[in-house]
């Protein structure tokens, strides 16, 4: 039987979080500030942050994610190759004491930078796995059927694998857990046959998979390196204290929580609500990623999360990805189906691409140019959702810009911060022209935008949506403020205009002050 999405009863969510410095914002609005292969000539990446903290905070972004601000494997990693996660570029391990991101004085710099211009730091929380171990260790374990890690295909046999960590350059630290393979529940890689099957760890004091995580897989307990038994005592108090020393140390006011169909929920669980005791944060923002294009087997962990985390919502970037290859095939009527933002919009943080999905990453899934500023339109105008702007699309990079896409996509953010205001009413009524109309405040007049699809190298063949943008606008013009050259639109006394989309795809048109 086919899944119906529909409404269900939770906690709040992002209504109770802190989505921005002091009161919650007007519209708050959070940026990923990095790509895959982030790098900046001549700066470290937490310099360049600090330089842009004014011109972030202007353009009204509200909160930061930043990358994971561990001690990677090699001088270069991004982080989630996670060694030691109380090294912030602090101490001389894996063969350097800085980060790729800086060093701990830099990130507490610009960290503090950012507070004083009202910008919130989320920190990214790598929480799943070890990787770049010091030393290896000889242990009972058996191989699982990568495609079912519940069925063991061999017998028991002791393996060497690289589980033991020292961290001989933090010398105790911060920290003094040392983790060997009694912190951990599988490997993939046997030194001694040189083998890399997914390998379960037995003997003394192991239990196996965690039952409390995704059943992709009939299992999805593992997923790479070492991973973390969170239902070891010492474990669980290792992370925990790192959890409110890190948020302590940097100032920030909240967790985004790396790969968490892959870790035990009920320790997850107690993370987030011991990181807002310990922190005095009882507000503190966590936004969780499930990557899932589907969004019924996500349920069940916005369910068990209580309130406590917002989710990415992976299921409307796959809405956006298909259109973008689909073009005027795709019904844009349906572009919110089977959505976090439809069902439970006050737990939906919505972004169109971000690091995971850039071209020639392992979920790639890239929002081609064709539909990208309709699609941040729809994130970033609309009154559902919390929306996320990938550093990719905005800032000159060498993996995914697009100078006319960040041209549009700082209109749109403009528009957001002075316009995307009040009540909203949708006009989903053609396949290929859908609009939506915010019908503004007593501070801000509101907008009407309107959202096509047209064919590559097809002549444009404009529609038009008659909305309403309410009556306080009767009897006024509104222009576009995308293409500034378009004819204006004259509102009649009773609220409703004609207006017309555009050849890029997108349109929004604003009150013309009086």
């Given at each position: 039987m086919p899944f119906r999405q529909k409404s269900w009863k939770a906690p709040s969510t992002l209504s109770s979080m802190k989505l921005g410095p002091g009161r919650i914002p007007d519209n708050p609005l959070m940026i990923q500030f990095f790509t895959w292969e982030s790098k900046?000539?001549?700066?470290?990446?937490w310099k360049h942050f600090a330089n842009e903290i004014p011109?972030?905070?202007?353009?009204?972004?509200?909160?930061?994610?930043?990358?994971?601000p561990n001690k990677a494997t090699r001088p270069q990693g991004q982080g989630y190759d996670a060694y030691d996660l109380w090294d912030l570029g602090e101490f001389s391990q894996k063969g350097s004491v800085a980060t790729r991101w800086g060093t701990k004085s830099e990130l507490l710099q610009a960290c503090k930078l950012a507070k004083e211009h009202g910008i919130d730091i989320l920190i990214d929380a790598v929480l799943n796995h070890k990787m770049g171990a010091d030393r290896t260790e000889v242990f009972p374990a058996v191989p699982v059927d990568p495609r079912n890690r519940l069925k063991e295909i061999g017998p028991v046999r002791d393996i060497e694998a690289w589980t033991a960590y020292d961290f001989l350059g933090r010398n105790g630290k911060h920290s003094t857990l040392r983790w060997t393979q009694h912190h951990f529940t599988g490997v993939d890689w046997d030194r001694r046959t040189r083998s890399n099957d997914i390998f379960k760890i037995v003997g003394d004091g192991h239990e196996g998979w965690s039952q409390f995580v995704d059943k992709e897989l009939y299992n999805y307990d593992y997923l790479l390196g070492a991973d973390i038994d969170h239902r070891r005592p010492e474990v669980r108090a290792d992370l925990l204290a790192w959890g409110s020393w890190i948020l302590e140390s940097t100032g920030a006011s909240g967790f985004r929580l790396d790969a968490i169909k892959h870790m035990d929920r009920r320790f997850?669980?107690?993370?987030?609500?011991n990181c807002r005791a310990t922190s005095g944060q009882s507000r503190m923002f966590a936004v969780a990623e499930y990557w899932?294009?589907?969004?019924?087997?996500?349920?069940?962990?916005?369910?068990?999360?209580?309130g406590q985390t917002a989710f990415f919502d992976v299921p409307l970037h796959y809405n956006l990805h298909l259109a973008s290859k689909l073009g005027p095939r795709y019904d844009l009527?349906?572009?919110?189906?089977?959505?976090?933002?439809?069902?439970?919009?006050?737990?939906?943080?919505?972004?169109?691409?971000?690091?995971?999905?850039?071209?020639?990453?392992?979920?790639?899934?890239?929002?081609?140019?064709?539909?990208?500023?309709?699609?941040?339109?729809?994130?970033l105008l609309r009154s559902s959702g919390h929306p996320c702007v990938f550093y990719g699309d905005l800032y000159p990079n060498e993996e995914c810009y697009h100078k006319e896409i960040a041209r549009g996509l700082k209109l749109l953010i403009e528009a957001r911060k002075n316009h995307a205001y009040g009540k909203m009413k949708n006009y989903f009524t053609d396949k290929t022209c859908v609009g939506f109309v915010r019908l503004g405040t007593p501070q801000h007049p509101g907008c009407a935008t309107v959202i096509t699809h047209q064919s590559s190298g097809v002549k444009f063949s404009q529609k038009h949506m008659y909305m309403h943008v309410g009556f306080a606008h009767g009897g006024s013009t509104y222009r576009a403020l995308l293409n500034q050259s378009s004819a204006n639109v004259e509102i009649s006394e009773d609220g409703w205009g004609r207006f017309p989309s555009s050849p890029q795809g997108v349109e929004v048109w604003v009150k013309v002050r009086e």
């Open positions: 900046k000539e001549g700066l470290s990446w011109t972030l905070a202007e353009m009204g972004f509200t909160q930061a994610w930043l990358p994971p997850l669980l107690e993370f987030i609500k899932s294009p589907d969004l019924k087997p996500m349920l069940p962990y916005i369910r068990a999360f209580q009527r349906q572009i919110l189906n089977g959505t976090i933002v439809k069902g439970r919009p006050d737990c939906a943080v919505t972004f169109v691409d971000n690091h995971e999905c850039q071209v020639g990453q392992t979920l790639e899934s890239w929002v081609d140019t064709n539909f990208k500023l309709q699609a941040y339109a729809l994130i």
